[in-house]
């Protein structure tokens, strides 16, 4: 009896075990199986991504081909040309190897804009990538229009460029001839320029053009002299943090170059409708005897006479208040004066018409409180403010100083303190950036715009209050310049004592060469003190020195920017449509 019972019992105990390892054994079947799933999922997501990356690559490829370089094109002859692109970009097929994959160019939507004789067309692109039913989609917005190259990088030169330290750029890069690299930075301390700081090498995330691979130089410990990268022990990955296939050979000759004082001409007969043989000759006038006053006086008396031009030299005198306040007819004088005084700053706030300032010009924040044009005048309608002589943007208000404003300057142009912007400056002289807070206006949509600062004298950016504590690079840093700067001559920056963050470019026709360390620096006796562990060990996120390249001025500044005889092809940054979630097929 009993043993039948422990019989039972133990049948019991056995079914139970197997469908207890049953049990586990599904759950470990189908957690492989999921697993494998999963990870064959997450393969394909990876296949189409780059199945959709390089499809844009492919249609980019096929627009630098068929349209950079391209001179003297007719608009409608160019709107053809166009037509028959898209065309053939929506038979586009992406090759691949992979089974059951397939990447294509599925929309592209183009907006045309026109300025004078002058046509530019930005296209959004949309690729779709399809491995194994996971489905990607990525878009890419190119502009295709008369633009100088100098436009397309963060920063380079039509000369040198040449890195000494941990400069940080975000972008893609240009050298004209060589491309110098050392992991030693030099400044000025106590008016002593021998100084130098030991550090990283420089990191780029982005493209490098330069004009064949011997043009990349380091320069040897010992002996001073620059070699070629190849000729050392290093690597690509170690002096400028890229692989070969970030490396572009562009030739110098193919470059679409810019004149600043063409430009300034072509921009000043926009404004004012002044025959430009008129306008040059004024200008070639005042360029050839820079040393005298009033030199571009001859182009003041030719711009004043174009159509819907407003002259200035400045607001009338500022009436006196009188001391015997009881006398009636004084007062109403007194306060018809200041009315009259009131409204010509007030003016400046809503501007429909090319104005001409015959002298120089400084914006205050406190008389002039802003500069502003109506978005028409500014967009549309090639309205500028044209500056006959220097021009000073200085906020000595706690009111932001707002310039929102394309401006045409025959002398020399400062900046500094606050100031907010959505401009495009072309000045014939010097331009000099000293404790400067440049923040782009931001717009209602939450777009932020910025300042293009064309100058054919030399650039000077210069920190007043050197070794503060800047904190982290984030897009919100009041530290960050909104701008991109361009000069005809050479340039040299630094990010040692003081900080150069930009959010824009930097371009130099001449040698452009760019000072940088890492991390922390402070005010010493005889020297900048750094920490010496942080020129080694933390990310360049932190570096003193950098430049963040900004696409949408494209966008913003169009209207401003300079334009040249030949077709320029500009690619923007990918963008993953957020709408393209992965699927799989049933």
Do not use: C
């Not at 000494?164 to 008016?191: E, V």
């Not at 906020?395 to 606050?418: E, H, M, Q, R, W």
């Amino acid at each position: 009896m009993g043993s039948e019972k422990e019989r039972g019992y133990a049948l019991v105990l056995v079914l139970f075990m197997i469908l207890l390892l049953t049990i586990l054994g599904t759950a470990v079947v189908s957690s492989t199986l999921g697993g494998a799933t999963r990870a064959e999922t997450r393969e394909n997501d990876v296949q189409s991504l780059h199945l959709a990356e390089k499809t844009l690559n492919e249609a980019a490829s096929y627009l630098v081909t068929k349209y950079n370089g391209r001179e003297d094109i007719a608009p409608e002859e160019l709107t053809q040309l166009m037509q028959a692109g898209i065309d053939e970009l929506q038979r586009l097929k992406t090759s691949t190897d992979l089974p059951g994959a397939s990447g294509k160019i599925t929309d592209v939507t183009t907006e045309q804009v026109s300025v004078g004789d002058q046509t530019s067309y930005k296209l959004n692109l949309t690729a779709e990538a399809v491995v194994h039913g996971v489905t990607r989609r990525l878009t890419q917005q190119i502009t295709i229009g008369a633009y100088p190259d100098f436009l397309n990088y963060a920063f380079g030169s039509e000369n040198d460029v040449i890195i000494n330290g941990a400069a940080y750029g975000m972008g893609n890069i240009y050298a004209g001839h060589d491309f110098l690299i050392d992991n030693t930075a030099k400044y000025i301390y106590n008016n002593d320029p021998s100084k130098t700081k030991d550090t990283k090498y420089p990191f780029f995330e982005g493209n490098i053009f330069i004009q064949n691979m011997d043009s990349i130089k380091v320069r040897d410990k010992i002996t001073g002299n620059y070699q070629p990268y190849s000729r050392t022990d290093l690597t690509l990955q170690q002096i400028l943090g890229v692989d070969n296939s970030k490396i572009q050979l562009r030739d110098q000759k193919k470059f679409i170059s810019i004149n600043v004082s063409e430009s300034f001409i072509d921009k000043a007969g926009e404004a004012t409708n002044v025959d430009r043989n008129s306008i040059k000759a004024a200008v070639d006038y005042g360029l050839v005897h820079s040393g005298e006053t009033g030199r571009f006086n001859n182009l003041a008396a030719v711009l004043k006479n174009g159509s819907g031009v407003t002259v200035t030299s400045g607001p009338p005198e500022k009436p006196t208040l009188p001391t015997d306040l009881d006398d009636t007819a004084a007062m109403d004088a007194y306060n018809e004066a200041l009315k009259e005084y009131d409204a010509y700053f007030m003016q400046f706030n809503s501007l429909s018409s090319t104005v001409l300032f015959n002298g120089d010009l400084k914006l205050d924040g406190l008389d002039y409180k802003s500069l502003i044009f109506t978005d028409s005048a500014k967009q549309d309608n090639h309205k500028w403010l044209i500056v006959n002589g220097d021009l000073t943007i200085s906020n000595y208000s706690s009111d932001p100083l707002v310039v929102k404003a394309n401006i045409l300057v025959t002398g020399n142009v400062f900046i500094s303190d606050s100031v907010q912007v959505d401009s495009t400056i072309f000045t014939l002289g010097s331009t000099t950036i000293e404790d400067a807070q440049i923040k782009g206006i931001t717009t209602d949509k939450g777009e932020r715009k910025q300042l293009i600062m064309i100058s054919k004298g030399p650039v000077l950016v210069n920190k007043v209050d050197s070794f503060g504590d800047y904190g982290n690079y984030t897009s919100d840093n009041k530290n960050i310049l909104d701008a991109f700067f361009y000069t005809d001559e050479d340039a040299e920056l630094y990010g040692v004592g003081s900080i150069f963050w930009l959010r824009g470019g930097f371009f130099s026709k001449g040698d452009l060469t760019i000072n940088a360390v890492l991390g922390k620096a402070s005010e010493g006796a005889s020297d900048i003190m750094f920490d010496a562990r942080q020129q080694s060990t933390i990310p360049f996120n932190e570096s003193r020195f950098i430049i963040n390249y900004d696409y949408d001025f494209f966008e913003n500044q169009y209207e401003g920017l300079p334009r040249v005889k030949k077709l320029s092809v500009i690619v923007g940054k990918k963008q993953l449509v957020s709408s393209a979630v992965l699927h799989q097929s049933n």
